[in-house]
């Protein structure tokens, strides 16, 4: 990514920010962005790791020769998940996981103990 190419935006400190926060989720330029926001240009091989507590939105893509790509990871004890975060996979993704990738994302109670965690070796693909 190159300055100008769009991207992520953050608002640093936004979980007790002294700031009214913007309501748009989308900008065009880096010059339409509120005071406080911050467009976060990161290369290819960054990580960038925040809390989805503060606030974020993203600067219109502008290249038409690469795409942007994006993984979020998303951290939660597996017993403070609801059953309803289970449903939000969709079945033909479930269906092209292997089996012990689909218990790891299985809630269960605090004193359940997985399968696979039972194993010397785990293959996950």
């Known amino acids: 990514m190159q300055p100008g190419d769009g991207g992520?935006?953050?608002?640093?400190?936004?979980?007790?920010?002294?700031?009214?926060?913007?309501?748009?989720?989308?900008?065009?330029?880096?010059?339409?962005?509120?005071q406080g926001i911050e467009n976060i240009v990161a290369r290819a091989g960054d990580a960038v790791i925040v809390s989805e507590q503060v606030f974020h939105?993203?600067?219109?893509?502008?290249?038409?020769?690469?795409?942007?790509?994006?993984?979020?990871?998303?951290?939660?004890?597996?017993y403070q998940l609801s059953r309803q975060q289970d449903m939000n996979i969709e079945k033909a993704v479930l269906d092209r996981l292997a089996p012990e990738t689909c218990e790891l994302l299985e809630t269960c109670?605090?004193?359940?103990?997985?399968?696979?965690?039972?194993?010397?070796?785990?293959?996950l693909i």
Request: charged share 35%; aromatic share 10%; proline share 6%.
């Open 57 to 78: 939105g993203s600067l219109g893509w502008k290249p038409v020769d690469r795409d942007r790509r994006v993984l979020v990871a998303r951290y939660a004890l597996q």
């Open 109 to 123: 109670w605090r004193s359940h103990e997985k399968e696979i965690s039972k194993r010397n070796v785990n293959r």
């Open 8 to 34: 992520l935006l953050l608002a640093p400190g936004s979980h007790k920010g002294e700031f009214e926060f913007p309501f748009e989720r989308v900008y065009d330029s880096v010059d339409d962005l509120p």
